[in-house]
């Protein structure tokens, strides 16, 4: 078992031109499913350039504003996002400068914030099962990787269930 075999980690559409995938099949991609996009974010994954393709667009688009305006492809975005998934460095920032759908480590668990609230993610049973509010001062230690976060501080639109 390994953690992952390359960079590229996406975020596919669940069902796309009736197309099926078998797990576990020896030298090929297994997908994952998570609750939503937030928490796939947050995981270092990005959206799928084929069956996703307008929201990898909006991505890639948001991507180029907010890394310096060159165009980016997505081994170069694939690249940057496995440097900062793998990365070892703690990111903190301040509460008010985090945009709905970042995740966040509160005492209570994993947390995606959702304007002045902050729901924690039960991966057990993966569901937000308690809200809190968020806090008005002090930092943040962040989990989403620091690309995408300002990827949905431009604007980017989330999805996260139930909300």
């Not at 796939?40 to 180029?64: D, F, I, K, M, Q």
């Not at 440097?83 to 709905?100: F, I, K, M, N, Y």
């Not at 609230?117 to 937000?128: H, K, P, R, S």
């Amino acid at each position: 078992m390994r953690n992952h075999q390359h960079k590229t980690w996406i975020i596919c559409a669940l069902s796309f031109r009736g197309r099926r995938v078998a797990q576990w099949d020896p030298n090929r991609y297994t997908p994952l499913f998570f609750l939503d996009e937030a928490v796939a974010l947050a995981a270092g994954h990005r959206p799928c350039a084929e069956c996703r393709h307008s929201s990898y667009n909006h991505y890639r688009t948001l991507w180029t504003q907010t890394h310096g305006g060159a165009l980016y492809y997505a081994k170069d975005m694939d690249t940057l996002l496995h440097r900062e998934r793998t990365g070892s460095g703690e990111q903190r920032a301040v509460w008010d400068s985090l945009p709905d759908g970042v995740f966040v480590v509160t005492d209570s668990g994993p947390a995606v914030v959702l304007g002045d609230q902050l729901a924690v993610w039960d991966g057990q049973d993966n569901i937000y099962r308690d809200k809190l509010s968020r806090p008005r001062t002090g930092t943040a230690m962040v989990l989403t990787p620091r690309s995408t976060v300002d990827i949905l501080r431009a604007g980017y639109p989330v999805q996260i269930a139930g909300y």
